[in-house]
């Protein structure tokens, strides 16, 4: 069983920045989509950002473009959020998550068909 564990939450200003990390055990090979979403109290988890390693495409919300940034270390079983420019609207519980496959961003930035996920890491912005 794949295990995923995120770090690098905590409360920052509007305007800062965080990188969050996400640690797998046990993780295959054959699952090639990595993924980061949020949820806020109320809503609905979010796709923010998810890469699909097979070609390095990457896909992310449009309320995250141009400030978030996903990257990966598969060989060291590592993946990563850096974060900038963060926003009020920003604060949620962050979780990464692993799939087999995504080649459209429907895919990518849906939380319905991901296989594994971690427990999360809170991300406070305040004003």
């Known amino acids: 069983q794949v295990r995923l564990v995120e770090s690098g939450g905590g409360s920052v200003q509007a305007g800062g920045s965080l990188r969050l990390t996400c640690t797998a055990s046990?993780?295959?090979?054959?699952?090639?989509?990595l993924g980061w979403f949020r949820q806020s109290p109320g809503k609905e988890r979010e796709g923010v950002a998810a890469v699909f390693r097979d070609d390095g495409t990457t896909y992310y919300s449009d309320s995250v473009k141009g400030r978030f940034a996903i990257s990966e270390d598969m060989a060291e079983n590592t993946m990563y959020l850096q974060m900038n420019n963060l926003k009020p609207e920003d604060t949620a519980m962050y979780y990464c998550a692993i799939r087999t496959y995504c080649v459209t961003a429907t895919a990518a930035l849906g939380a319905r068909d991901y296989d594994y996920w971690g427990q999360g890491t809170q991300v406070t912005v305040s004003t």
């Open positions: 046990r993780y295959r090979d054959t699952l090639r989509c």
